[in-house]
Nanobody, 115 residues
């Protein structure tokens, strides 16, 4: 089993920044990628950013140039630096990890962008 624990969500004003962190623990040998998805009220869960253990990244078009994903392979952690936040970024952000072909999910952390 793989456990994921997120932190760093909260309330921020438009234009502000937040940094999300996620730690993976448990049976995490053969970790291949980690990333972040988000789900806004009334919408489906959607990819925000993903990074492989080799450092290959991909981002949703809506966050390119504003968000940066990074991975710490030694400590099995993934980070999401979110800058220039907009109200439309408001959502629950979920960490995920791909291990041996299976996806594992965290419980989510709320990000609210509002003045």
């Amino acid at each position: 089993q793989v456990q994921l624990g997120e932190s760093g969500g909260g309330l921020v004003q438009p234009g502000g920044s937040l940094r999300l962190s996620c730690a993976a623990s448990g049976r995490i040998f053969r970790l291949s990628a980690m990333g972040w998805y988000r789900q806004a009220p009334g919408k489906e869960r959607a990819l925000v950013a993903r990074i492989t253990t080799g450092g290959i990244t991909n981002y949703a078009d809506s966050v390119k140039g504003r968000f940066t994903i990074s991975i710490d392979n030694t400590n099995n952690m993934v980070y999401l630096q979110m800058n220039s936040l907009k109200p439309e970024d408001t959502a629950v952000y979920y960490c995920y990890a791909a291990v041996l072909g299976d996806d594992y999910w965290g419980q989510g952390t709320q990000v609210t962008v509002s003045s």
